[in-house]
């Protein structure tokens, strides 16, 4: 793999050099071009190229660059929406040259990120937010409390949805911003040491899929920290959550937003996706395993039965049994083309019907007494309204 230290290290030169001196100035044109010297090998030698910059940490496609630990340059573009870049080639130099006096631009307007016409911004340079950025998440807080808290979800679900693109085209399922993603979500669950849920609602955002891979993501980590889980293992959950329904993508849209009863062809699709996710996930990140297993197994029923058709039946892996409660319960809870929604006691109530035939009945009986404990209320935040519920553990 081609060393990609220069080329930020040119790049930073070169945003550095654009705060010294006026425009016009030859110096300005010199460091340009010599960042974009130092990409063209780069690209010649990896083709499309990704960075992310996280927490002071650079990420070279899937590799944390050591080299650049806490990079200055790292929080800047992080702070100014550049969590992301992509660089695809063909990137010709006065391309180049527009994206560095774009990124110089958002540096100078005191780090906010400014308006800038389409025709200004460069194609083949990709760049924006992965997710909302936070502190790492250690401990649940031991009290049940009522949060007032001030959030969007918004960057988070463009970031899902953005994923399930990528996993759809590209038959990959990036791992640094699914990763994020997890990170970003349990930031929302800990606001000043208060522990929320927060559920996004479908009054809101159109995309089913995307929602309720956040919403099981979020619930099954607050299961997980309601049950003691390691944070660790909190984020192992997370991450197999988020990506439970990732295969969806690669079956039909017609059959996927059907309002009628679907035919035995259709229904066969549906029952699809939990392998093709596994497949998503396994084909270029095989120490994900525990998220194929799940994507693999959550429609499994705990006594035997569900799908897919099994040659030797097996109880299902207990993170899967974790998930799938948190994915029938949220599903329950949103509005379908069939159905109206379901109350949040008349959902629970079809988890205490299913338990010890479909679901684990310790996860059933867990989830009830962690909701029925928890406090409930909404709140509008920004594009997005978000259902916000306080849980407590079972020791608090």
């Known amino acids: 793999m081609t060393d990609p230290v220069p080329f930020l290290n040119a790049l930073s030169q070169a945003l550095a050099t654009m705060n010294l001196y006026t425009e016009g100035h030859p110096a300005r044109e010199r460091s340009t071009r010599a960042g974009y010297g130092a990409l063209l090998p780069l690209l010649e030698a990896e083709g499309e190229v990704r960075f992310s910059f996280l927490s002071g940490d650079v990420v070279f496609g899937n590799r944390v660059l050591r080299e650049l630990k806490d990079w200055e340059w790292s929080r800047r573009l992080a702070a100014i929406g550049i969590e992301r870049m992509e660089i695809v080639p063909p990137v010709p130099y006065e391309e180049f040259d527009r994206f560095v006096r774009l990124v110089h631009e958002r540096l100078r307007v005191e780090g906010s990120p400014a308006a800038v016409d389409p025709s200004y911004a460069p194609t083949g340079i ?192 207990y993170a899967s049994r974790v998930v799938q409660v948190c994915d029938v319960y949220d599903a329950l809870l949103s509005r379908r083309p069939y159905r109206e929604a379901f109350a949040p006691e008349a959902a629970l109530g079809i988890l205490l019907e299913g338990s010890g035939r479909i679901f684990d009945p310790d996860l059933v009986q867990a989830m009830t007494t962690m909701l029925r404990q928890a406090r409930a209320r909404q709140v509008s935040v920004d594009a997005a309204t978000v259902e916000v519920t306080a849980v407590q553990s079972p020791g608090g």
């Open 126 to 317: 990709r760049y924006g937010r992965v997710a909302l950025g936070g502190e790492s998440i250690e401990t649940l807080a031991d009290q049940t409390v009522v949060a007032t808290v001030s959030f969007s979800l918004a960057e988070e679900v463009e970031a899902v949805q953005w994923l399930h693109d990528e996993a759809e085209h590209k038959d990959t399922v990036p791992l640094v911003e699914t990763e994020t993603i997890v990170r970003s979500l349990a930031v929302a669950m800990h606001q000043e040491g208060q522990v929320v849920l927060p559920l996004l609602s479908m009054k809101e955002f159109d995309q089913y899929t995307t929602t309720h891979s956040c919403n099981v993501a979020v619930l099954a980590m607050g299961l997980a920290e309601y049950l003691g889980y390691a944070p660790r293992e909190v984020r192992a959950l997370g991450v197999a959550a988020l990506l439970h329904d990732i295969g969806k993508v690669k079956l039909s849209g017609e059959v996927l937003r059907k309002e009628g009863k679907y035919t035995p062809e259709e229904r066969a699709e549906i029952e699809r996706h939990p392998v093709e996710g596994a497949r998503l996930i396994l084909a270029r990140h095989r120490h994900l395993d525990l998220a194929a297993v799940v994507a693999y197994e959550h429609h499994l029923w705990y006594a035997g039965g569900g799908y897919p058709r099994l040659t030797f039946p097996r109880e299902p892996h």
